[in-house]
């Protein structure tokens, strides 16, 4: 079996080659893969083409929107739905600089944070090339406009799912693909060290983002299990080096939850630990008002969030509040996906 659909042009050329067929072809078929259709609707392909990729075990994947929802603010929300019944979502957030989506890399995911609606459940499988292509052309379909960057912070880890994250990866940033910049994509990760370190030598300038959320192994280990595996001070040297090998910023989220990691000590402690582990490197932290989920964890108040950002900003790192977008349509990761198995 061959999933076309997860193929780089190269890949598909040789691939229609092996069935002695014309080298245009494959363009044809790489160019409405690329849109998200599936066989039925290649007005320009062959029917003896088609049966004969399917009867050499060729098939192409495509994600379908199964439910849509508009936030007031211009946000949307997908549903999809894939071949074997399994659910993901997406959101593509509209800026004056163009439109962003947010995708997911698994279905369901293994890494457990307490405060996530994405881990109920568990792990159900990981997403193919494909999968993940598809939700970008399922969305640009959707708006009728062009997607202009990628977030991999949706449903799942997306460095435990490696080798089809960075396949999915070269494919969008390709000229004969979505050509999206990888300066306009980032990749969060909860901290698998192992995969930092793999990602450095894969000369992809994309933006890492670190999912921290804490400033001790204490808080951290109840807030995200994975830090059990790895703990702050292996995560962070990981960055250290990332920053030394690739030259690029990483970006650390905080996601801030009232009563648990939001006090003025946090903040304070927040600027100890980076700055012990990370020297050198300019420090960026966006911080995210946690969302309710159904999972015991609230947002802080408005002031207490500004007061942290400037704490953090006084000493020399640079702060950010993320804008609150979709939140009248569930836009959190893993809402919808978890009340439709409910």
């Not at 994600?63 to 997908?78: P, V």
């Not at 052309?137 to 708006?143: E, G």
């Not at 894969?202 to 959320?213: A, G, Q």
Request: hydrophobic share 35%; with cysteine; charged share 25%.
């Amino acid at each position: 079996m061959k999933d076309l659909s997860s193929l780089t042009l190269s890949e598909l050329q040789q691939y229609i080659s092996s069935l002695e067929e014309p080298a245009y072809r494959a363009k044809q078929l790489y160019g409405w893969i690329r849109k998200g259709v599936g066989f039925e609707d290649m007005s320009n392909v062959p029917k003896k083409l088609i049966e004969k990729v399917e009867n050499n075990g060729g098939y192409v994947r495509t994600a379908k929107i199964n439910k849509r929802f508009e936030s007031k603010d211009g946000t949307i929300k997908y549903l999809m739905e894939l071949f074997d019944g399994e659910l993901i979502e997406s959101v593509v957030m509209k800026y004056k600089h163009g439109n962003t989506i947010c995708i997911s890399t698994e279905a369901g995911c293994a890494m457990g944070c307490a405060f996530c609606a994405s881990t109920l459940g568990g792990l159900k499988r990981r997403l193919f090339p494909s999968e993940m292509l598809s939700q970008v052309a399922q969305a640009q379909k959707d708006i009728n406009d062009r997607i202009d960057g990628i977030v991999l912070m949706g449903i799942g880890e997306p460095l435990d799912n490696y080798d089809n994250v960075i396949k999915f990866l070269r494919i969008v940033g390709s000229e004969d693909s979505f050509n999206i910049g990888y300066r306009h994509i980032s990749l969060s990760t909860c901290g698998l060290v192992d995969r930092i370190y793999d990602l450095a030598k894969e000369d992809l300038p994309i933006t890492l983002s670190i999912s921290l959320h804490a400033s001790s192994d204490e808080k951290r280990s109840a807030m995200m299990p994975i830090n059990r595996k790895w703990n702050i001070e292996q995560l962070l040297t990981a960055c250290s080096d990332y920053f030394k090998t690739t030259g690029r910023r990483i970006s650390f989220e905080y996601s801030l939850a009232s009563g648990e990691n939001d006090s003025t000590n946090d903040a304070h402690n927040l600027i100890n630990t980076l700055k012990k582990y990370c020297k050198g490197m300019p420090l960026h932290v966006n911080l995210i008002p946690i969302n309710a989920t159904g999972r015991g964890f609230a947002p802080p108040d408005k002031d207490n969030i500004y007061v942290f950002a400037s704490i953090l900003n006084n000493a020399h790192i640079t702060a950010t509040v993320r804008r609150t977008l979709g939140s009248d349509i569930n836009a959190s990761c893993g809402q919808l996906r978890a009340g439709e198995k409910k």
